[in-house]
């Protein structure tokens, strides 16, 4: 896949504090821009017909017991989801929620 213009905009801040409710507001009615929340992404990814349930397979117990998620599978899921956005023409990343240490991770892999 070619490495055309990327840009990654990170909204953080406390537990219910509008993250997603403005990365939705920043993306409405651009087509280029994807907002992605990790959580909900993960919340979803529990489904067994979301297509990114397979990355989370390995951590289910995990996950159903409530427990945090290896950052290697949000990055899995997180890759998985923006990759999908770039084939579908996406540009921009509006990611809300995402901590340090993954930011770090996901910097060193040059994405």
Known sequence: MGRGHRSFIFINGPYC????????????????????????????????????????EPYQKIVQEGGLVPARAIMDVMSAVIDDGLREGKDTFIITGFTMPLIRQLMAEGR
Do not use: F
């Not at 920043?26 to 990790?38: D, E, H, Q």
């Not at 529990?46 to 989370?56: A, F, M, Q, R, T």
């Open 17 to 56: 504090s509008g993250k997603d409710t403005q990365a939705l507001r920043l993306a409405a009615g651009r087509s280029t821009v994807m907002a992605i929340s990790p959580g909900g992404l993960l919340r979803e990814a529990k489904k067994s017909d979301n297509p990114y349930h397979l990355h989370l």
